[in-house]
């Protein structure tokens, strides 16, 4: 075998990429394994095969010949693995059984090897060994090389040595048509001392299998096959017998997010003999497999990238005609009547008995004991990654400054190897210039006269100059042990990120869930935690406490909010344009004074230049009789104290007696906060009418932004009206609507309407005490409101949904004949005031 070029290897076809351990190229060397003794004086007498409890749902045995496994292999079960576990597990003595590939079509894969007891029945994973057909050899679902490739027509062997005298004792090992094709791989340490069952795992192949006694392609060695074991030496998982000649179909009954998952995995723990149907074993399935489907937040469905129904649809075409025990954990459907039904209708009662077991009401103390251990387990993971963590990141800290220091001493090194260096060449050169100073000097005949040197003083050698040696860091700290508090000893579920039930579905359901009877089919229902008349009074109250914490996904906006929301749309067109016109009018009688100011000015100065000019006279008088008669027409309507009006006293809100409408005063503000005071009011109202659930008291203040994205198609952005949540918003307008204790938004306002004047009313009111506090200096909520989404706001108010405007020509009909939209409002009393600020 040659040595693999990549670490990470695929793994047949579809496969995920994992681990795979480089291997040099594996030379046999001399056969190690001795000629097995006399046949065991006690054989077994159970025949080895594959019981249909010890098989994934996709394996077909054929009939006419025993060992012969297929799959299917239509559509979208094609990519999932088929495993066969064996019902005789070896504790002791040396056997084999062999596999021969019959047909490899889909770029198939075979693994062949051994498992222990309650182990995934898809080899490669956790608590087996085996071979695969692409030289890999898996233990505990770590890959390495070995083995040899195989394919159609090659008989496998595979010899599991739990001889304890001999030198391979704990050993597996692969032979290829009767040649060893590996040394003997050692078993894991969890594997040892445990009964390994012969285990099978194919895609995409048709295999036979043999137990003995006969091998297809005998050993180098005399070795007994898994037929022959001796009883000692193994050990025989029954077949499961149906009891009355009837299998189990269960199915489990439980309220989400109530632990009913947690529960079924202690449950199949004490009754392996079950096959669990549901989303989340087809998921696991998959990812052992090799598939790669992504996780929902939902653990009932948690399946995403893959053709789920496809998938469920194969299952429960398969399952019915499959003599076994299974376990339905369909959560949903289980509570529904019209889906249990649907899902007892595919098992029928000749083959099946059908079981309810229901999980509802306070649980047993086992399974509370079991969710406190799973709370304490998760809580000391989380701790552990913490811990893990934070010694990473001082290791990683350490290391840096290790390198700090020896960057720093490298740096020391070279400056000073970079000294000696120029002063050798310092002295280099003097001695050169000494030397043909003293040949010049000869050569003249002269004496010379060396020059007395000084001596140079040797360096001092620095102290830290020695290696330093460093100590390693053993940091063998072990990770700290955590305990719950009170809080958490007293938790009934085990906290966890994804729901049972994603949002959307459990709020579209919820209402509908009831509990199983015999009736609609059931042989038996069995209430596991709470007797029945306890488990139906525990989900009534739960489903009424849903009602009131959960959203109403479906819900559709009837024609009352629409002809409701149309009619103040065209309201509030009135009013503004009223307004409009009032303030033209206050223009024009300003222009007008302006104007008769000038014309007296003119006057005067046409007097003192033409007193001769008559006619200019007489045409001036009259222009000033006119706009004097004018005036005098104007004054005669006596002008309202509007600081001492009373508000909730006046009956046209377009005229409050002086021809100025109430909301004479009113800003971008006020249009929008009494806009905000009709929409609250209008989701109060329809959400009753819409919903007709005496169980629904009203809308959770919370949800407030998702019913007004539904009723008026846009969305409700809280920071935009300087508030973080939906009740600081209620308190905005609490003139009008108001939070219960429960937390549910209601409103003052009666929902049959004679005029909306009532908004302009307690807009006026809220206006007025707005204007007080500030001039009082005091800060309000109303400040912190962005400013530039009022002047938006204002431009196009309420309606959103609804928003079709009445028009200019049905508005000046109203305004001219006074209207609905101008009266008082019999239906609302006025409230009695508190302090400033407070509602009534």
């Given at each position: 075998m040659s040595e693999p070029p990549e670490k990470k290897q695929k793994v047949g076809d579809g496969e995920e990429e994992k681990e795979v351990e480089k291997k040099p190229q594996e030379v046999v060397k001399e056969e190690t394994e001795k000629d097995a003794g006399k046949a065991p004086a006690s054989p077994l007498k159970d025949a080895v095969g594959f019981p249909v409890q010890y098989t994934t749902l996709n394996v077909l045995p054929a009939s006419t010949k025993p060992g012969l496994l297929m799959a299917l292999s239509e559509g979208i079960m094609t990519s999932f693995a088929a495993g066969a576990r064996a019902n005789v597990g070896l504790e002791g003595g040396r056997y084999f059984f062999e596999a021969k590939v019959i047909e490899f079509y889909q770029a198939g894969m075979l693994k062949?090897?051994?498992?222990?007891?309650?182990?995934?029945?898809?080899?490669?994973?956790?608590?087996?060994?085996?071979?695969?057909?692409?030289?890999?050899?898996?233990?505990?679902?770590?890959?390495?090389?070995?083995?040899?490739r195989f394919g159609v027509e090659t008989v496998l062997g595979v010899l599991?040595?739990?001889?304890?005298?001999?030198?391979?004792?704990?050993?597996?090992?692969?032979?290829?048509?009767?040649?060893?094709?590996?040394?003997p791989q050692p078993l894991p340490e969890n594997l040892k001392g445990k009964a390994l069952y012969p285990h099978v795992t194919y895609r995409g192949a048709t295999i036979y299998t043999n137990f003995g006694p006969t091998p297809l392609c005998p050993l180098p060695f005399k070795c007994?096959?898994?037929?022959?074991?001796?009883?000692?030496?193994?050990?025989?998982?029954?077949?499961?017998?149906?009891?009355?000649?009837?299998?189990?179909?269960?199915?489990?009954?439980?309220?989400?997010?109530?632990?009913?998952?947690?529960?079924?995995?202690?449950?199949?723990?004490?009754?392996?003999?079950?096959?669990?149907?549901?989303?989340?074993?087809?998921?696991?399935?998959?990812?052992?497999?090799?598939?790669?489907?992504?996780?929902?937040?939902?653990?009932?469905?948690?399946?995403?990238?893959?053709?789920d129904r496809a998938i469920r649809r194969a299952v429960y075409s398969i399952a019915p005609y499959q003599p076994r025990n299974y376990v339905v954990m369909e959560l949903k459907s289980n509570l529904v009547e019209e889906d249990r039904k649907q899902l007892?209708?595919?098992?029928?009662?000749?083959?099946?008995?059908?079981?309810?077991?229901?999980?509802?009401?306070?649980?047993?103390?086992?399974?509370?004991?079991?969710?406190?251990?799973?709370?304490?387990?998760?809580?000391?993971?989380?701790?552990d990654r913490l811990f893990k963590a934070k010694k990473h990141e001082e290791a990683m800290k350490r290391l840096a400054e290790k390198r700090k220091k020896d960057a720093e001493k490298l740096k020391k090194k070279q400056l000073k190897e970079a000294q000696k260096k120029i002063k050798a060449l310092e002295a280099e050169k003097k001695a050169k210039l000494k030397a043909e100073r003293k040949a010049k000097a000869e050569a003249e005949g002269k004496t010379f006269e060396e020059e007395e040197e000084k001596e140079e003083e040797p360096e001092k050698e620095e102290a830290s100059e020695e290696e330093e040696v460093e100590e390693e860091v053993v940091d063998d700290e072990e990770p700290p042990q955590v305990t719950l508090d009170a809080d958490e000893k007293k938790a009934t579920v085990v906290k966890r990120d994804a729901k049972d039930l994603s949002q959307q579905v459990l709020a579209s359901s919820f209402a509908s869930f009831s509990l199983p009877t015999e009736e609609e089919g059931f042989d038996d229902v069995n209430y596991?935690?709470?007797?029945?008349?306890?488990?139906?009074?525990?989900?009534?109250?739960?489903?009424?406490?849903?009602?009131?914490?959960?959203?109403?996904?479906?819900?559709?906006?009837?024609?009352?909010?629409?002809?409701?929301?149309?009619?103040?749309?065209?309201?509030?067109?009135?009013?503004?344009?009223?307004?409009?016109?009032?303030?033209?009018?206050?223009?024009?009688?300003?222009?007008?004074?302006?104007?008769?100011?000038?014309?007296?000015?003119?006057?005067?100065?046409?007097?003192?230049?033409?007193?001769?000019?008559?006619?200019?006279?007489?045409e001036e008088a009259k222009k000033e009789e006119e706009l004097e008669a004018k005036e005098e027409e104007e004054e005669e309507?006596?002008?309202?104290?509007?600081?001492?009006?009373?508000?909730?006293?006046?009956?046209?809100?377009?005229?409050?007696?002086?021809?100025?409408?109430?909301?004479?005063?009113?800003?971008?503000?006020?249009?929008?906060?009494?806009?905000?005071?009709?929409?609250?009011?209008?989701?109060?109202?329809?959400?009753?009418?819409?919903?007709?659930?005496?169980?629904?008291?009203?809308?959770t203040v919370d949800h407030v932004p998702f019913y007004y994205q539904k009723y008026f198609k846009k969305a409700l952005i809280l920071k935009d009206w300087g508030v973080e949540t939906s009740a600081e918003l209620v308190a905005?307008?609490?003139?009008?609507?108001?939070?219960?204790?429960?937390?549910?938004?209601?409103?003052?306002?009666?929902?049959?309407?004679?005029?909306?004047?009532?908004?302009?009313?307690?807009?006026?009111?809220?206006?007025?005490?707005?204007?007080?506090?500030?001039?009082?200096?005091?800060?309000?909520?109303?400040?912190?409101?962005?400013?530039?989404?009022?002047?938006?706001?204002?431009?196009?108010?309420?309606?959103?949904?609804?928003?079709q405007m009445g028009g200019y020509g049905k508005a000046q009909d109203h305004m001219q004949r006074g209207g609905p939209y101008a009266g008082g409002y019999t239906g609302w009393k006025k409230p009695t005031w508190g302090a400033p600020g407070k509602r009534w």
């Open positions: 062949i090897g051994f498992s222990a007891a309650g182990s995934s029945l898809i080899l490669g994973s956790e608590g087996s060994v085996c071979f695969d057909s692409e030289s890999g050899f898996w233990a505990n679902g770590k890959r390495c090389f070995a083995g040899a599991l040595n739990l001889e304890k005298s001999s030198p391979n004792f704990n050993t597996i090992s692969l032979f290829k048509d009767g040649v060893r094709a590996c040394e007994y096959m898994v037929q022959q074991a001796g009883k000692a030496h193994c050990k025989v998982t029954a077949e499961e017998k149906p009891k009355d000649g009837k299998f189990d179909v269960s199915y489990v009954v439980g309220l989400p997010d109530q632990g009913a998952f947690d529960w079924l995995d202690m449950w199949k723990e004490k009754n392996p003999q079950y096959t669990e149907l549901s989303d989340r074993m087809v998921l696991e399935w998959a990812e052992a497999s090799g598939l790669r489907p992504k996780r929902s937040a939902s653990l009932d469905r948690p399946l995403i990238g893959l053709d007892l209708a595919k098992f029928d009662s000749e083959t099946f008995t059908k079981t309810a077991m229901v999980i509802v009401g306070d649980p047993p103390a086992d399974f509370k004991k079991r969710v406190t251990e799973l709370n304490l387990k998760q809580k000391q993971e989380i701790s596991l935690w709470s007797k029945a008349d306890k488990g139906a009074s525990f989900l009534k109250n739960w489903i009424l406490e849903k009602k009131l914490t959960t959203r109403v996904e479906d819900l559709t906006p009837g024609e009352w909010a629409g002809k409701v929301s149309r009619d103040f749309t065209l309201a509030l067109s009135i009013w503004q344009r009223k307004l409009q016109e009032y303030k033209d009018k206050v223009a024009k009688k300003a222009r007008d004074k302006a104007a008769k100011e000038m014309l007296a000015k003119a006057k005067a100065e046409a007097e003192a230049k033409k007193k001769d000019e008559k006619k200019a006279e007489e309507i006596e002008p309202v104290d509007f600081d001492k009006l009373d508000i909730y006293g006046v009956k046209n809100v377009l005229d409050i007696g002086d021809e100025s409408p109430l909301f004479k005063e009113f800003g971008p503000l006020d249009w929008a906060l009494m806009t905000l005071r009709f929409e609250l009011f209008l989701l109060v109202k329809a959400f009753e009418k819409d919903v007709k659930d005496p169980d629904r008291p009203g809308i905005l307008v609490n003139d009008a609507v108001y939070v219960t204790k429960q937390g549910v938004l209601q409103s003052f306002i009666a929902p049959e309407l004679e005029t909306f004047a009532v908004f302009v009313k307690l807009t006026e009111h809220s206006r007025r005490q707005r204007s007080l506090d500030s001039d009082l200096g005091k800060e309000t909520p109303y400040s912190k409101i962005n400013t530039r989404f009022i002047v938006g706001k204002t431009g196009n108010q309420s309606s959103g949904n609804y928003g």
